[in-house]
């Protein structure tokens, strides 16, 4: 059985996450655990707490409860069968810190949020929630959805990477089950530095990541960095039909190579597909 968080502010951004994961894990065996963090007080800049009972929590704890449950009612206009167990949770305080002690509560096997672009500068100084979570949770898959996607199968996946890390099969579980669910083919995307000769290591780092991805239906490509690698990422992925773009938590380090370029973030914010961002490693 899958445990998948879908945290919600219950916005059309954040619906639109919760429809893409009914749909993407239909049929499994799941528990979806809705999650909406409120915050009580009614000055952001006084850190006094309202106590259970008062009258502003009552309000808020009230009216996010009420509106979990308006959604999972709604819930049949997305999918008619059974679409597993539903738990709604209401928590008073800050997303980051909802996540945090949910997962300590439970072990979640996916996080799917959505995400709603930014540009230029703007992205450099607000973030977003989706971004902070992915940044916070390395042990965990997540799955972050553009905010007008519309739900279809996966029939092209890309990956990035270059080859610079050893894989292992925890890494790429998420990818290979995505992969083999939907019968995609996967494109492991190389950007190459023009002139320089892959080092010995990364060759056998490239033979470690085929034997694990062994049973996919999977090709390499090769692309020059003769521009941002998050524009070169997403260009190749709207001209190539891709339905998910998939990179490991910690290949933002490798990405960053030229001009020290956030990737996974610039992705996260700008592509019109789903991003599944694989984990770093194992919760220890």
């Not at 002690?101 to 709603?116: H, R």
């Not at 007008?148 to 292992?168: C, N, P, R, V």
Request: glycine fraction near 6%.
């Amino acid at each position: 059985m899958k445990h998948i968080l879908l945290p919600t502010d219950f916005s059309k951004n954040a619906w639109n996450a919760l429809a893409y994961a009914i749909y993407i894990f239909q049929g499994e065996s799941c528990v979806f655990y809705v999650l909406n963090a409120y915050k009580s007080n009614s000055n952001l800049y006084d850190s006094t707490k309202v106590d259970e009972g008062d009258e502003l929590f009552e309000a808020e704890s009230e009216r996010s409860g009420r509106k979990l449950d308006e959604w999972v009612k709604n819930l049949a206009t997305i999918k008619e069968n059974d679409i597993g167990k539903v738990i709604t949770i209401s928590f008073d305080g800050s997303l980051q810190l909802a996540v945090t002690k949910m997962a300590d509560e439970y072990s979640f096997d996916y996080i799917v949020m959505g995400t709603k672009g930014a540009s230029g500068v703007k992205e450099i100084f607000i973030g977003s929630n989706s971004v902070k979570i992915a940044k916070q949770f390395t042990y965990c898959p997540i799955i972050m959805v553009p905010e007008k996607y519309e739900s279809h199968e996966l029939h092209q996946i890309l990956f990035g990477t270059a080859y610079k890390d050893l894989y292992t099969t925890y890494q790429l579980d998420a990818l290979i089950y995505f992969a083999n669910r939907y019968n995609s083919h996967i494109d492991v995307l190389h950007i190459e530095r023009e002139r320089i000769s892959p080092s010995g290591q990364q060759i056998d780092n490239k033979k470690v990541l085929e034997d694990i991805l062994g049973k996919t239906d999977f090709g390499h490509i090769a692309l020059k960095d003769d521009s941002s690698i998050s524009d070169k990422i997403m260009k190749y992925a709207k001209g190539n039909g891709i339905d998910m773009i998939a990179l490991i938590h910690k290949e933002h380090g490798f990405l960053q190579r030229l001009f020290r370029e956030p990737v996974v973030k610039k992705v996260a914010f700008h592509t019109e597909v789903p991003l599944l961002i694989l984990p770093e490693k194992a919760r220890s």
